[in-house]
């Protein structure tokens, strides 16, 4: 079965510091990723997604920046954290060969908090 | 500018009764439809989904109905039990707008026993 992983759980850093977050997917291959943000009293925005290896879509403009250095692993940064980057961060894939998107759910992991002081 | 509205921040329902959570959205275009349910600490996970052309899907206790000269779809569950007790998104898409899936606040549902 498919698994995604995320981490870290909660992280807390000072305004400017630089920002790395990790996600990797388990049991598939060639998935669709995504990195989507939830604000306090937002819902869950689309930050970036990726269909491949090296190929990386951004959804808004933003501090933030992502990569895809393997087939099943994908990476959200920022050289510098801007007090507005406090938010939860979740990863997330879906089938990226039959039916395309609109028949494979998003599944997702189970995010970072970040706070930004 | 929130696409999808979910109005009802919080819902409690007693355990056996019928849980029903809104969702009004604004774009036309969508044309996909889905909802999450989301534990404290957990990611969502994917619960049941609706294509426009139909107006009603359901799995189990779960149930979708849409409504699209309205531009409302809503979510059935019956009987509720506590374990459903989570937040659910409501979400959307549409075919030609790439990889989006657009979002509602969510609705924190609560059932007592």
């Known amino acids: 079965s498919q698994t995604i992983h995320q981490w870290p759980a909660t992280l807390v850093q000072p305004v400017g510091s630089p920002l790395s977050l990790e996600c990797t997917v388990e049991g598939t291959s060639n998935p669709n990723l995504y990195w989507y943000r939830q604000a306090a009293g937002r819902g869950l925005q689309l930050l970036f997604y990726s269909v491949g290896i090296g190929q990386i879509s951004s959804e808004v403009p933003q501090n933030l920046s992502a990569s895809r250095p393997q087939d099943r692993q994908f990476i959200l940064s920022s050289k510098k954290l801007l007090l507005s980057d406090s938010g939860f961060y979740l990863c997330?894939?879906?089938?990226?060969?039959?039916?395309?998107?609109?028949?494979?759910?998003?599944?997702f992991g189970n995010g970072t908090r970040l706070t930004v002081t | 500018d929130q696409q999808v509205k979910q109005n009802s921040p919080s819902l409690s329902v007693q355990e056996g009764r019928i849980s029903i959570l809104n969702c009004d959205y604004t774009n036309s275009m969508f044309d996909y439809f889905l909802w999450y349910k989301k534990y404290p600490a957990e990611g969502p996970t994917f619960l049941i989904s609706?294509?426009?052309?139909?107006d009603k899907n359901e799995d189990g206790r779960f149930t979708v109905f849409l409504n699209k000269s309205a531009k409302h779809l809503s979510l059935h569950i019956v009987p509720s039990q506590p374990g459903d007790s989570a937040v659910y998104f409501c979400a959307a898409s549409a075919t030609d707008s790439g990889y989006a899936l657009n979002f509602g606040k969510g609705t924190s549902l609560l059932v007592t026993p």
């Open positions: 997330a894939w879906s089938g990226g060969q039959t039916g395309g998107f609109y028949n494979s759910p998003l599944h």
């Open positions: 609706i294509s426009s052309i139909k």
